[in-house]
């Protein structure tokens, strides 16, 4: 289980944070359980409420008069219910679109608007809903886990072994050390992804052993991974990163977290 006591540092990220006011991440995480909760109400099974979720989404030119009560009824709904009270985790979003250069259009995850960031918050969440199950009735089970959670304070020892990369403990500090040591007691896999093909998983359930994955990252690319995932057939499962604070984003890196609490209880039987 999770450390009892652990304290986590409260961290800002490049367009969200899932911090609020205090050290904890634990009201992000109620409060994205309770939205998931009401919007249900409305659409009473999973898998419609995500396809609506990913329709909004990939409307991008549609979502911000959605936000503001127009349009497609569906997305207003969504919007109307999920922005206010998400919008404390993402207050850097628009300055962060404004200061990006066009040069790097290419990379839609960099352009993720507010709006979307919170339909793939709500849509994380209900991923793990559908797919828990079958995840853990998978033979193996294998998590990725980004390298942005290393201790750049410290030499990483990490080498590759069978799929990726994998941590070898070498810092008791570092929260790739946490969360691999963490994943192990609950017989899983942890790898530090440095180019895996996730189309070689697929490989690998077809060798007999179903394969389930946990993947651990900023919360555009962990809803990317997801659906690749998912596309391939492999049950997913996910825990989004406290903030967005890798090179990608911040032209460097720095410290970074992940909720050990909601990995446990993701991954307990």
């Given at each position: 289980m999770a450390e009892e006591g652990f304290h986590y540092s409260p961290l800002p990220g490049k367009t969200y944070s899932l911090f609020d006011r205090?050290?904890?991440?634990?009201?992000?995480?109620?409060?994205?359980?309770?939205?998931?909760?009401?919007?249900?109400?409305?659409?009473?099974?999973?898998?419609?409420?995500?396809?609506?979720?990913?329709?909004?989404?990939?409307?991008?030119?549609?979502?911000?008069?959605?936000?503001?009560?127009?349009?497609?009824?569906?997305?207003?709904?969504?919007?109307?219910?999920?922005?206010?009270?998400?919008?404390?985790?993402?207050?850097?979003?628009?300055q962060h679109l404004e200061d990006l250069s066009i040069l790097r259009f290419r990379d839609r995850r960099l352009w993720t608007s507010e709006e979307q960031y919170h339909l793939y918050m709500l849509e994380i969440e209900l991923v793990n809903r559908i797919n828990r199950e079958e995840f853990m009735k998978c033979e193996r089970k294998i998590a990725f886990l980004p390298h942005c959670l290393k201790d750049f304070k410290h030499g990483c020892k990490s080498s590759m072994s069978d799929i990726d990369y994998v941590c070898r403990g070498c810092s008791n500090a570092c929260f790739l050390n946490r969360v691999s040591t963490l994943l192990r007691q609950y017989g899983i896999d942890a790898y530090i992804w440095m180019?895996?093909?996730?189309?070689?998983?697929?490989?690998?359930?077809?060798?007999?052993?179903?394969?389930?994955?946990?993947?651990?990252?900023?919360?555009?690319?962990?809803?990317?991974?997801m659906r690749e995932s998912l596309h391939l057939g492999l049950p997913t499962v996910g825990v989004p990163l406290s903030a967005n604070r890798?090179?990608?984003?911040?032209?460097?890196?720095?410290?970074?977290?992940?909720?050990?609490?909601?990995?446990?209880?993701?991954?307990?039987?």
């Open positions: 205090g050290s904890s991440t634990d009201g992000y995480y109620d409060l994205i359980q309770q939205l998931a909760d009401e919007c249900l109400k409305k659409y009473p099974d999973k898998e419609t409420l995500l396809g609506e979720l990913r329709r909004a989404s990939a409307r991008k030119h549609m979502l911000r008069r959605a936000r503001e009560g127009l349009g497609d009824p569906d997305m207003v709904f969504l919007l109307g219910r999920i922005s206010p009270a998400l919008s404390e985790y993402t207050p850097f979003v628009k180019g895996t093909d996730l189309k070689k998983l697929k490989g690998l359930s077809h060798s007999g052993r179903r394969i389930g994955g946990l993947g651990i990252a900023c919360v555009p690319e962990l809803v990317m991974g890798c090179a990608r984003w911040m032209g460097d890196f720095y410290e970074n977290s992940v909720s050990l609490e909601r990995i446990v209880q993701l991954v307990s039987p």
